[in-house]
Structures are given as structure tokens and as C-alpha cells.
């Protein structure tokens, strides 16, 4: 090189990943086979992998991903497409071809698509960086975008998932700068493979371990070798992640060829897991694999990372392995995508084993003949159809929210109604049959009751948005930029609970925060810009924390409060999506239940997704507040789950809910009374009922009536929030609850879900 000659740096503009909007837990999964769910969680440190519906495949997730990355980037620049997959949906044509349609990329570029196995993305880089740097006024759009399929009940099944990764390769990069040593090696083995007649690998699973670490060591031997750094040189390291527990064990397999295995825990504990969050999260995405480690890295690491150097070793079975690395740019995190990439995971519906089962086994013909394609939430885009063996891809029209600004990027700008005062209502509800028995697939009857939430929105003259939470005792006024900025620390707490670093209490710490968190979500659904300020009013006359819905409630009377304000109605499945993120920030994982009450009132009898309208029971019912629980429903789950590996215990709770719904259909109110009865002691039989309240119930019981805890109950203390009761003597459920310190009011069935005064 002269001395005058010039360095261009080249490397990762932006990055967007993307995964299917279904997620399985491996907890339901190892359920289902009869496992030990230690087995995928601790043995293989997976925790969800992502599935995807039916008109959901490499092209959609790639496309989502690289409409994200090209934000803000200019298209004319884009001069090479390099799609990067083993899940190839054509002998033949470039999968690549599809997005360049459906992202309206300029004529003038190379399309290309690379496979082998995972390293393929690892290809298309090196393949990009020396055309930059004879060309960097261009730029290159890199994608790898897979599905990872092995079979149901296969020994590889729970190691499956799926995503995409989006990468602007550039000139003076943002985000991160890669030098040029590598260590490349070569080998043909047959570790796992695919031929064109299955639709599913074939892994030797130990195999590939064993080939993973040798590869490890040799690529990482040439590439010390030719760079003449250290693994002390190294603050980070991004490793291909077909499964978080081999990553570990490469990790471990590094320190010691490099005699560094006398670092303490924390410190090479810091060096990976950072990085490998997306992928407990989404299980194993083949090429996107070790660019999704990138990404987690990047958004989650706790220190700054600009001027720290990353190692990246990438394997691809078949195999070609490399090591090389990257130094992080100074401005990296103005680049990012973090609030995107959290959401996309955050969002994700959960699947019951069955419907896990029902997408897997869904065809695509292959037979030429015409093929809708049933709709799913597949983000901005989906296979709509097969016709003729041709693929139709077409964008989705109000796609979910995940998408920024969709709502308003098109169509009429948001507007206020002026003076004009909206007021909205959302019912509470109660569990009638089926509580913690939901979560393992059981059927549950609930019921919405006539208390309430009440969001009213009036204009103000100051351009914030003023909160007046006058049940919480609480006033304040935030701007729209520091409404998102709560959204967004909100949102990194809960990863961090997802992580396992903090616990669900920890992420929204103080009541106020739920309808902050809503609005800020709602917000930058709408891409909301007011030209004057709004009050927002909540009131409830629902009980807190007592297992009555009322984070639910709160959620959607404020989102619907704000969007009739603003005349932008949400249509229903986006809403629910929408505020399913945020009843996540409350309880940690919410099955939805309270939210489908609250939508829709009435009695609603559940099994997973499917929802049948009930009769509203005619009997003399009673609200009875026993007393916040001193633990939440997210611990009461935790702790009576090895009572639910019991297949009898779960059958007894589906009888009883069952037998329940017989008798609303018969309107049989004496068979509804046995129901609740038998369901308050499988109750007991869980241990989620404390002993003040058993005693308070039995003494119900003895005077006639009946009466049940209606949440999840406790597992500590003595209060275990809403009890309902039945009975036809209003003077001696009112005497008996004031002689246990109880609140009592009489109730009944709410017909009506949210709606505008």
C-alpha cells in the first residue's frame, strides 16, 4: 500500500431483523412430548422459537426486514440485492427478485441468491465489501432470511424457528467497520443436509456439535494467525446460534485454546450472552443466525460499544466455517433499530400446541392448481397465493403494528375533534371456571361485570398531553417525545425481564405508568402529532390488583378513548395486538383472556382461540374484595405448576368448566352453583387459596350459597383479591364479609365490551 493511499472502511450501514408474528414456548412443546421443559431451557438455553402461518416464508420475513433497514436510506444507491438462504422456494429464481418488486428497489441492480447452509450470509458479505470499496458512492443490500424445519417429534424439533436480517452495506459505515484478516476452511462432510425431494433437513446432531468446535479452532487459528490479535483484543464475540447452549460451549472451547479459562464468570459470560438474546427468543434462523446475534448485541449490550472490536466466527454446515471481526463505529446507536426489534419479539402471538401443529402441517400445493392462502399476521407482507406454481406476493393493507407509522403514512392526517368530549368505557370481568388451567390448554368461562374504566379525552390548550389519574391520585403532563421515551425505557425493562435480569414488578414501577406506556404506543402507532394538547381522565370503579381485569380495562378504554378523539378507529385485531403489548408490560406474558372480556363483553367461554358467546348468568351475585394478593398472578403460575403436570388435575379442571357451560347453555342455575363449588376446590387442591378465605367461603357454603376466588388467587399472605359469591341472602353475605374486614358489592353480567358513551 502507498503511503498516501486511503483506507476506505467498509461495513454495516444499518441492520433490521424480523421473525414470524407466532411464537411457541419450548415449555408447551416439552409439555405436549412429555419432557422436562429443563431439557430445552436450561439443556439447550432455548426459550421460544418462532413459527410461521401459512402465508408466511422467507420473501415475507426478508421483505419486513429490509423495509425496516431502508428507512431513511436511499434506494438509488441500492446497486446489488445479495439474498443470502437455505429455505430456497425455487430451483431456479433468485428469491431476491420478490423483494426487489415489493420494495421498489431501482432497475439498475445485481440480484443474486447464495446458499451454503448457514454461512451463507457470511458469503454475501465478504462478497460485498471489496465491491464497496471500489464503488463507495453504492451501497448493497445483504439479506439472509430462513425457516429451520426438522419435523414434528423429531429428535431436532425444539431447536427449529425462523427470521430474517436485513443489512445496508456501505462506505464509512455507522454501525460497524470489518477488517480484512479471515480464516476460512473447507470440508465436505455430511453433518446436515437437505435434499430437493424433502421438505425437511437431515442433521447428525453431535456431529455438527463436534464439527462446530473443530471448525471453531481452525478458522480462529488463521485468522490470529493473520491478524496478529489476541483474544484479549476482543470485547465481544457474535458466534452462528443454532442453539444458545453450543454457543456456550464454543465460547468455553475458545477460552481454552487461548489459555484464557481463568477469566472469571461474569466477565465471559459478558463476552456472549448479549448477543445470543434474540436467539433464545427465536430459536435457530440458519444464514440470519449469526447477524441476528449482531443486532441482539448491539441493542442490548449495557456499555457503549463504539471503538470496541467483535469476533465473529460463522459455520455452515456441509461445511465452511470463518472467523473474522468488526470494530463498532463512534454514532452506531442513532443507526439502530432497537424499539423496532423489541417490538417485533414483544408482539408475537403465542400458540397453543395445536395450532403450533396445525401451521406446521399446512401444504402448499405443488400440483400447479390455484391456492388462497388463509390470512395471518404476517407484518407488511404475504404469499396471498399459488397459481399456476407461481408465487403472488402482495403488500398488507394496514398491516399490524409493528410496522412504524402505519396507520396515518397514508390516507387522512389524524384529527382532532376540537372541543368535543369523547368517553369511553371497558369493563372489568371475572373468571367463572378454568383459572391456571388455561395456561395448559384447559377451556375457561369468563364473564364481564358492570364495573368499569372510564378514559375521557377533552382538548387543552397547552400542546402536551395532561394525565389525570384521579383514582391513583396522579397528575402530570408529557409531551409526545417524553411519552416515547417512557415507552422506549419501558419497553428495554422488559427485556431485561425477559433476560431474566429483573422480575415483572420491576418494569412498571409505578400504577401511573400503565396508561403512560399505552399512550406512548399508541401514539407512535398513529404517528401522532396534535396541534393543541389533550387531557386524558381515567377513572375505575374496578378494584386493583385483585384479579378483575383492570390493567385490561385501563388499556383499551384509553386506546380507544384516544383514537375516536383523533377519528382514526383501529380495527379490532390491531387493537387487541396492540394492547396485548402493553398488558405485557403488567403481567409478563398475557394469555389475552382479560382483554378478549373486555373487547367484547357478555360471557364468553374459551378454549385457546376458540370463543363461544354464553348466556349471562341470572343469579344473585356478589363482588367480595378479599385484599390485594401480596403475589402476583405471574408467581401463582410459577408455583402450582407442577401441579399441572398432572393430566388428571387438568382433565378434573376442563370437567368442571365444561359442566359449568352446560349449565349456562341449560340456564340451570343449580347445576351452575355444583360447578363453582367442585371448581373452588381444585382451587384449594392447588394451593392458591388462603385459609382466611377458605374459611370464608365455607362458612358461605353453610348458609346456602356458594362462592369461588375468580383470579389466579394467592400462594402466599391472605388476601386473594376478587371472591364471587352466590347466594340468594343479601343481609348474610353482607354480614359475613364485614365480619372478615371484606368489601361487598352486588354485580351482574355486563353485556356491552369497550365502548364510547
Given at each position: 500500500?502507498?503511503?498516501?493511499?486511503?483506507?476506505?472502511?467498509?461495513?454495516?450501514?444499518?441492520?433490521?431483523?424480523?421473525?414470524?408474528?407466532?411464537?411457541?414456548?419450548?415449555?408447551?412443546?416439552?409439555?405436549?412430548?412429555?419432557?422436562?421443559?429443563?431439557?430445552?431451557?436450561?439443556?439447550?438455553?432455548?426459550?421460544?422459537?418462532?413459527?410461521?402461518?401459512?402465508?408466511?416464508?422467507?420473501?415475507?420475513?426478508?421483505?419486513?426486514?429490509?423495509?425496516?433497514?431502508?428507512?431513511?436510506?436511499?434506494?438509488?444507491?441500492?446497486?446489488?440485492?445479495?439474498?443470502?438462504?437455505?429455505?430456497?422456494?425455487?430451483?431456479?429464481?433468485?428469491?431476491?427478485?420478490?423483494?426487489?418488486?415489493?420494495?421498489?428497489?431501482?432497475?439498475?441492480?445485481?440480484?443474486?441468491?447464495?446458499?451454503?447452509?448457514?454461512?451463507?450470509?457470511?458469503?454475501?458479505?465478504?462478497?460485498?465489501?471489496?465491491?464497496?470499496?471500489?464503488?463507495?458512492?453504492?451501497?448493497?443490500?445483504?439479506?439472509?432470511?430462513?425457516?429451520?424445519?426438522?419435523?414434528?417429534?423429531?429428535?431436532?424439533?425444539?431447536?427449529?424457528?425462523?427470521?430474517?436480517?436485513?443489512?445496508?452495506?456501505?462506505?464509512?459505515?455507522?454501525?460497524?467497520?470489518?477488517?480484512?484478516?479471515?480464516?476460512?476452511?473447507?470440508?465436505?462432510?455430511?453433518?446436515?443436509?437437505?435434499?430437493?425431494?424433502?421438505?425437511?433437513?437431515?442433521?447428525?446432531?453431535?456431529?455438527?456439535?463436534?464439527?462446530?468446535?473443530?471448525?471453531?479452532?481452525?478458522?480462529?487459528?488463521?485468522?490470529?494467525?493473520?491478524?496478529?490479535?489476541?483474544?484479549?483484543?476482543?470485547?465481544?464475540?457474535?458466534?452462528?446460534?443454532?442453539?444458545?447452549?453450543?454457543?456456550?460451549?464454543?465460547?468455553?472451547?475458545?477460552?481454552?485454546?487461548?489459555?484464557?479459562?481463568?477469566?472469571?464468570?461474569?466477565?465471559?459470560?459478558?463476552?456472549?450472552?448479549?448477543?445470543?438474546?434474540?436467539?433464545?427468543?427465536?430459536?435457530?434462523?440458519?444464514?440470519?443466525?449469526?447477524?441476528?446475534?449482531?443486532?441482539?448485541?448491539?441493542?442490548?449490550?449495557?456499555?457503549?460499544?463504539?471503538?470496541?472490536?467483535?469476533?465473529f466466527y460463522s459455520y455452515g454446515s456441509g461445511c465452511v466455517a470463518e472467523y473474522f471481526s468488526g470494530v463498532v463505529q463512534p454514532d452506531y446507536r442513532a443507526a439502530l433499530h432497537t424499539d423496532y426489534h423489541a417490538n417485533v419479539l414483544a408482539s408475537r402471538t403465542p400458540l397453543t400446541y395445536e395450532?403450533?401443529?396445525?401451521?406446521?402441517?399446512?401444504?402448499?400445493?405443488?400440483?400447479?392448481?390455484?391456492?388462497?392462502?388463509?390470512?395471518?399476521?404476517?407484518?407488511?407482507?404475504?404469499?396471498?397465493?399459488?397459481?399456476?406454481?407461481?408465487?403472488?406476493?402482495?403488500?398488507?393493507?394496514?398491516?399490524?403494528?409493528?410496522?412504524?407509522?402505519?396507520?396515518?403514512?397514508?390516507?387522512?392526517?389524524?384529527?382532532?375533534?376540537?372541543?368535543?368530549?369523547?368517553?369511553?368505557?371497558?369493563?372489568?370481568?371475572?373468571?367463572?371456571s378454568g383459572e391456571h388451567a388455561v395456561v395448559y390448554g384447559q377451556p375457561a368461562i369468563a364473564m364481564a361485570v358492570n364495573r368499569h374504566v372510564t378514559a375521557t379525552v377533552t382538548q387543552e390548550s397547552v400542546p402536551q398531553v395532561l394525565f389525570d389519574l384521579s383514582d391513583l391520585a396522579h397528575h402530570?403532563?408529557?409531551?409526545?417525545?417524553?411519552?416515547?421515551?417512557?415507552?422506549?425505557?419501558?419497553?428495554?425493562?422488559?427485556?431485561?425481564?425477559?433476560?431474566?435480569?429483573?422480575?415483572?414488578?420491576?418494569?412498571?414501577?409505578?400504577?401511573?405508568?400503565?396508561?403512560?406506556?399505552?399512550?406512548?404506543?399508541?401514539?407512535?402507532?398513529?404517528?401522532?402529532?396534535?396541534?393543541?394538547?389533550?387531557?386524558?381522565?381515567?377513572?375505575?370503579?374496578?378494584?386493583?390488583?385483585?384479579?378483575?381485569?383492570?390493567?385490561?380495562?385501563?388499556?383499551?378504554?384509553?386506546?380507544?378513548?384516544?383514537?375516536?378523539?383523533?377519528?382514526?378507529?383501529?380495527?379490532?385485531?390491531?387493537?387487541?395486538?396492540?394492547?396485548?403489548?402493553?398488558?405485557?408490560?403488567?403481567?409478563?406474558?398475557?394469555?389475552?383472556?382479560?382483554?378478549?372480556?373486555?373487547?367484547?363483553?357478555?360471557?364468553?367461554?374459551?378454549?385457546?382461540?376458540?370463543?363461544?358467546?354464553?348466556?349471562?348468568?341470572?343469579?344473585?351475585?356478589?363482588?367480595?374484595?378479599?385484599?390485594?394478593?401480596?403475589?402476583?398472578?405471574?408467581?401463582?403460575?410459577?408455583?402450582?405448576?407442577?401441579?399441572?403436570?398432572?393430566?388428571?388435575?387438568?382433565?378434573?379442571?376442563?370437567?368442571?368448566?365444561?359442566?359449568?357451560?352446560?349449565?349456562?347453555?341449560?340456564?340451570?342455575?343449580?347445576?351452575?352453583?355444583?360447578?363453582?363449588?367442585?371448581?373452588?376446590?381444585?382451587?384449594?387442591?392447588?394451593?392458591?387459596?388462603?385459609?382466611?378465605?377458605?374459611?370464608?367461603?365455607?362458612?358461605?357454603?353453610?348458609?346456602?350459597?356458594?362462592?369461588?376466588?375468580?383470579?389466579?388467587?394467592?400462594?402466599?399472605?391472605?388476601?386473594?383479591?376478587?371472591?364471587?359469591?352466590?347466594?340468594?341472602?343479601?343481609?348474610?353475605?353482607?354480614?359475613?364479609?364485614?365480619?372478615?374486614?371484606?368489601?361487598?358489592?352486588?354485580?351482574?353480567?355486563?353485556?356491552?365490551?369497550?365502548?364510547?358513551?
Open positions: 500500500m502507498y503511503e498516501d493511499e486511503i483506507v476506505i472502511k467498509v461495513g454495516i450501514d444499518t441492520i433490521a431483523i424480523y421473525t414470524s408474528r407466532y411464537a411457541l414456548e419450548l415449555a408447551t412443546l416439552a409439555q405436549a412430548r412429555g419432557i422436562d421443559p429443563d431439557k430445552f431451557l436450561t439443556g439447550l438455553g432455548q426459550h421460544t422459537m418462532s413459527v410461521p402461518p401459512p402465508g408466511e416464508d422467507i420473501v415475507t420475513m426478508a421483505a419486513n426486514a429490509a423495509q425496516q433497514a431502508l428507512q431513511q436510506v436511499d434506494v438509488n444507491t441500492i446497486e446489488m440485492l445479495l439474498f443470502a438462504t437455505e429455505s430456497g422456494i425455487d430451483q431456479s429464481k433468485a428469491a431476491g427478485l420478490y423483494i426487489h418488486e415489493l420494495l421498489g428497489l431501482p432497475a439498475r441492480c445485481r440480484v443474486v441468491e447464495l446458499k451454503q447452509a448457514c454461512y451463507s450470509g457470511t458469503a454475501g458479505l465478504q462478497l460485498a465489501l471489496p465491491y464497496l470499496r471500489e464503488n463507495p458512492n453504492k451501497k448493497v443490500l445483504l439479506i439472509a432470511s430462513d425457516i429451520a424445519r426438522y419435523g414434528l417429534r423429531t429428535t431436532a424439533e425444539s431447536s427449529q424457528g425462523c427470521g430474517a436480517v436485513a443489512m445496508v452495506l456501505s462506505a464509512y459505515p455507522r454501525i460497524i467497520a470489518f477488517e480484512s484478516e479471515h480464516g476460512i476452511v473447507a470440508d465436505n462432510v455430511m453433518d446436515f443436509w437437505r435434499p430437493n425431494y424433502s421438505h425437511d433437513a437431515f442433521v447428525d446432531g453431535k456431529y455438527s456439535s463436534k464439527l462446530y468446535l473443530q471448525m471453531l479452532e481452525k478458522s480462529w487459528e488463521q485468522y490470529q494467525s493473520l491478524s496478529a490479535r489476541g483474544f484479549d483484543d476482543h470485547a465481544y464475540f457474535c458466534y452462528h446460534t443454532p442453539l444458545p447452549r453450543l454457543v456456550e460451549k464454543a465460547h468455553q472451547h475458545l477460552l481454552k485454546i487461548n489459555n484464557a479459562t481463568n477469566l472469571p464468570d461474569e466477565v465471559t459470560a459478558k463476552h456472549i450472552q448479549s448477543a445470543l438474546s434474540y436467539g433464545r427468543q427465536l430459536g435457530n434462523s440458519y444464514s440470519a443466525a449469526l447477524y441476528i446475534s449482531l443486532a441482539s448485541l448491539l441493542d442490548n449490550a449495557k456499555e457503549e460499544l463504539a471503538g470496541k472490536r467483535i469476533g395450532d403450533y401443529e396445525s401451521f406446521y402441517q399446512f401444504n402448499y400445493v405443488e400440483d400447479g392448481s390455484e391456492q388462497d392462502i388463509p390470512v395471518y399476521n404476517t407484518g407488511a407482507f404475504r404469499l396471498t397465493k399459488l397459481q399456476q406454481h407461481k408465487r403472488i406476493y402482495a403488500p398488507v393493507i394496514n398491516s399490524p403494528v409493528i410496522l412504524r407509522s402505519v396507520f396515518c403514512s397514508e390516507g387522512p392526517p389524524c384529527k382532532p375533534l376540537g372541543t368535543k368530549t369523547i368517553k369511553v368505557y371497558a369493563p372489568g370481568k371475572l373468571i367463572l402530570s403532563q408529557l409531551s409526545l417525545d417524553a411519552l416515547r421515551h417512557l415507552k422506549n425505557r419501558i419497553k428495554e425493562k422488559y427485556y431485561r425481564f425477559i433476560r431474566g435480569d429483573y422480575s415483572i414488578r420491576q418494569v412498571l414501577q409505578k400504577p401511573f405508568e400503565l396508561a403512560q406506556f399505552t399512550l406512548g404506543i399508541l401514539a407512535e402507532s398513529l404517528n401522532i402529532s396534535l396541534p393543541h394538547g389533550v387531557k386524558l381522565h381515567v377513572q375505575s370503579t374496578i378494584p386493583i390488583g385483585c384479579g378483575m381485569g383492570s390493567s385490561a380495562a385501563t388499556i383499551l378504554s384509553v386506546m380507544q378513548a384516544v383514537s375516536h378523539y383523533l377519528q382514526r378507529p383501529i380495527a379490532e385485531d390491531i387493537l387487541f395486538q396492540l394492547a396485548l403489548e402493553a398488558e405485557n408490560m403488567q403481567h409478563g406474558h398475557s394469555s389475552g383472556l382479560d382483554l378478549r372480556i373486555a373487547m367484547n363483553g357478555g360471557c364468553l367461554y374459551m378454549q385457546e382461540k376458540d370463543i363461544h358467546i354464553r348466556a349471562v348468568p341470572n343469579l344473585p351475585m356478589y363482588l367480595v374484595n378479599t385484599g390485594t394478593p401480596v403475589t402476583t398472578t405471574g408467581q401463582c403460575v410459577d408455583k402450582v405448576a407442577t401441579h399441572f403436570q398432572s393430566k388428571q388435575l387438568q382433565n378434573e379442571f376442563a370437567a368442571v368448566t365444561q359442566a359449568m357451560d352446560k349449565a349456562l347453555r341449560d340456564q340451570s342455575w343449580q347445576n351452575m352453583r355444583e360447578a363453582i363449588r367442585h371448581n373452588h376446590q381444585l382451587l384449594i387442591n392447588i394451593g392458591v387459596v388462603p385459609d382466611t378465605v377458605q374459611r370464608f367461603i365455607a362458612q358461605i357454603e353453610a348458609t346456602g350459597g356458594v362462592a369461588k376466588v375468580c383470579g389466579a388467587g394467592a400462594v402466599a399472605g391472605e388476601g386473594a383479591g376478587a371472591v364471587l359469591v352466590i347466594s340468594d341472602d343479601n343481609q348474610i353475605v353482607t354480614s359475613l364479609s364485614s365480619r372478615f374486614g371484606y368489601n361487598v358489592i352486588p354485580i351482574s353480567g355486563e353485556p356491552r365490551g369497550v365502548h364510547a358513551a
